[in-house]
């Protein structure tokens, strides 16, 4: 990774981070190696915990290093249809921060509570990363801290994309490993190699014209070569394609 031009501290931390996170993600092999390295992560870049909850019906998953007892009240309360931060992500696409101030502008009474309960168990701030993940499912991987506020801006302003790329690695490689062979290689196969080439390069932030000259193509081709990939995973934008494209493991 090209480390910026007068790079601050902050920066140099949080690529670091996400070089040693992003090695670690590709070795894990299962749901306690995918724990061990979000709990390093997250402590790397100066939070307590991770979680990383799929919300799929009535179907709860959720893979976390919060203390095991409020996991284990929040699976069995079923609180992921309550959580005000749950449902900002279903309906978000940009990685957002919070704090207990939401409960101050909570829509109901039981989510005022849930907070408050939240608290009690340290849980006080943090940074959501929503993910696309299709289907009707609500995906979101979330750093949590104790501290009552957390000076997040400085953070998402200065590395947002990284942050926001560590929830789509997370998600993405632990979907991959869910997967069979048969379903790797049917995913692999829905996207022409130039419409793989584009998409790869677009989740590396450059645009049409640059892609082009990169792949030696016109503009307008590397932007229908975009379009049929959209189509073709179900996407209604790029970043969405993007996201579906690593949730498959296609861009790995």
Do not use: N
Not at 160 to 174: M, R, T
């Amino acid at each position: 990774m090209v480390l910026r031009a007068q790079e601050s501290p902050l920066m140099a931390t949080i690529e670091r981070a996400f070089e040693e996170f992003a090695d670690g993600i590709h070795a894990a092999e299962d749901g306690r190696g995918f724990e061990r390295v979000a709990r390093r992560v997250a402590e790397r870049l100066g939070f307590r915990w991770f979680a990383y909850l799929c919300q799929a019906g009535d179907v709860t998953t959720v893979i976390s290093s919060y203390p095991r007892s409020w996991t284990r009240r929040y699976i069995e309360r079923g609180y992921a249809r309550l959580d005000p931060v749950v449902r900002r992500a279903a309906g978000s696409a940009s990685v957002f921060s919070w704090d207990g101030a939401l409960s101050l502008r909570a829509t109901s009474s039981a989510q005022r509570r849930f907070f408050d309960e939240a608290a009690t168990f340290g849980v006080k701030s943090g940074i959501t990363v929503p993910v696309r993940a299709g289907f009707g499912r609500t995906v979101a991987f979330t750093l949590a801290t104790d501290a009552p506020a957390l000076a997040t801006d400085a953070l998402l302003e200065a590395d947002g994309d990284i942050v926001q790329l560590i929830g789509l690695y997370f998600h993405a490689h632990l979907a991959a490993k869910r997967r069979s062979p048969d379903a790797d290689r049917r995913a692999r196969s829905l996207l022409t190699q130039r419409q793989l080439q584009c998409l790869a390069w677009a989740a590396q932030g450059k645009s049409a014209t640059d892609i082009a000259v990169l792949v030696d193509i016109a503009p307008r081709t590397v932007i229908d070569h975009l379009e049929k990939a959209r189509r073709k995973l179900g996407a209604t934008t790029t970043a969405q394609c993007i996201a579906e494209a690593l949730r498959r493991g296609l861009l790995a």
